[in-house]
């Protein structure tokens, strides 16, 4: 065996035992994310994702310890009313606690359900929860975290450096070894040669370029500041911020259907038929060159069929759409609707589109992919208010959850809890 072959699988043997020293740890993160989303598609409707209180069913917090035979447990989860029907004790004790009959999920698998005891033990316990709050709590979580960080880094070096020099140590005790015996090594081959390193070489780049392709890819289309040149220099902050034109002003069909729609010359010539002039602060484009404002409304006149010096001439009909160039695209499988989330639930303009009253020229400021979507839905809350003064009484069909906001098992109510995450409600 020459020495380039040696190192090789001793190299080998160390990052195989490397992955399997961490592959529990892995395997462990594995069913605890798995183990969520099963409980969020089919626990969470009845159980409290708290594990702590009561719902519909019992609180799932320290359920295994509660049954004897684990194995009765996963038969109770997959088949209840079989269970109770064979006359188990356990299963009967249990199936008096809620008057509700709790669903049969006999599509499981052994490993699905172990995944979901493992998540509910975790958020039991406390081991997933963020640190609560702002402040001194939030930095000093933020600072632990960074503190592991770096703890976990300075043991990884060491652990190589260690592996390095045992590596290192063999190889000169082998190499001494076959010295003493008088046992020749076989001529190393140059490492171009070496059809061993050429195929770690391949492997290696095949992984790192999937990598990197792979994240490539998942942006295309995302267009974040995405900033194409327009027709017409039209500046949100001279409209929108200096003279605070309200944006439904322009974009009224956000307040009243699903597109926010482009507003038409009409709407443009309400207020330039009169100010014809533009006497603001310097205008620059994303490249610092200063822009007449005064010829870019020129250049609305010209698509408006509009004289200035014969005002009282113009004929609105003979105006001509300005193509200005759209930003913002979501794929056509996907269903957003601009008043749902404006009128009904209140989310301002710049939540989505950024500090639009600051900015001239406009650009994508959020990515709008699906995560993006469905985080905002888990982390935006509900106003659940129903009265007659002003609340949403469509949210009056909700009574579990205003039952448990009186009772205080619930302080809020967010977009998920009613149907958020739900894929029908983006895709059709």
Not at 225 to 237: D, G, L, M, R
Request: contains cysteine; charged residues 20%; neutral net charge.
């Amino acid at each position: 065996m020459n020495n380039h072959k040696y190192l090789l699988n001793q190299l080998t043997l160390l990052i195989i035992a490397l992955l399997f020293s961490f592959a529990p740890v892995f395997a462990q993160d594995a069913n605890v994310n798995e183990g969520k989303t099963l409980f969020v598609g089919k626990c969470q409707s009845c159980h409290a994702p708290d594990m702590k209180s009561n719902s519909t069913g019992p609180a799932l917090g320290g359920v295994q310890g509660r049954w004897e035979d684990p194995a009765k447990l996963h038969e109770w989860i997959k088949n209840n009313a079989k269970l109770i029907a064979s006359g188990y004790p356990k299963a009967v004790e249990v199936s008096k606690i809620s008057g509700t009959v709790m669903q049969t999920f006999p599509d499981l698998t052994e490993e699905q359900i172990n995944s979901i005891l493992a998540y509910v033990d975790a958020k039991f316990s406390g081991k997933l929860d963020a640190p609560k709050g702002g402040g001194e709590g939030a930095a000093a979580g933020a600072e632990a975290s960074s503190q592991n960080n770096i703890m976990y880094g300075v043991v990884s070096l060491i652990l190589a450096l260690i592996a390095l020099v045992l590596i290192y140590v063999n190889f000169n005790l082998s190499k001494a070894s076959r010295d003493a015996e008088n046992v020749k090594s076989a001529p190393a081959l140059p490492i171009y040669r070496n059809k061993t390193y050429l195929a770690i070489f391949a492997i290696v780049l095949f992984m790192v370029a999937g990598y990197f392709s792979t994240k490539g890819m998942i942006n295309v289309n995302r267009q974040v500041n995405y900033e194409p040149v327009q027709p017409i220099f039209y500046s949100h902050k001279v409209h929108a911020g200096i003279n605070q034109i309200n944006c439904l002003y322009c974009h009224g069909n956000a307040w009243e259907s699903k597109t926010a729609t482009i507003p038409s010359v009409n709407v443009c010539m309400n207020c330039h038929k009169t100010i014809q002039k533009y006497g603001g602060a310097e205008l620059k484009d994303k490249h610092g060159n200063v822009v007449d404002g005064t010829k870019e409304i020129q250049k609305l006149y010209e698509y408006a069929g509009f004289d200035p010096a014969n005002p009282d001439a113009w004929d609105a009909s003979k105006a001509k759409p300005i193509e200005w160039v759209k930003i913002h695209n979501l794929p056509d499988h996907v269903y957003f609707n601009h008043s749902q989330h404006i009128r009904v639930g209140n989310v301002q303009c710049q939540t989505c589109h950024g500090e639009i009253t600051g900015m001239d020229e406009v650009h994508q400021f959020a990515e709008l992919s699906m995560g993006w979507c469905v985080n905002c839905h888990r982390n935006t809350k509900v106003n659940f208010n129903t009265d007659s003064t002003g609340g949403n009484q469509f949210y009056s069909i909700y009574e579990k959850f205003h039952s448990d906001i009186k009772s205080g098992k619930m302080d809020s109510v967010t977009v998920k809890d009613i149907g958020g995450l739900e894929c029908q409600k983006c895709h059709y």
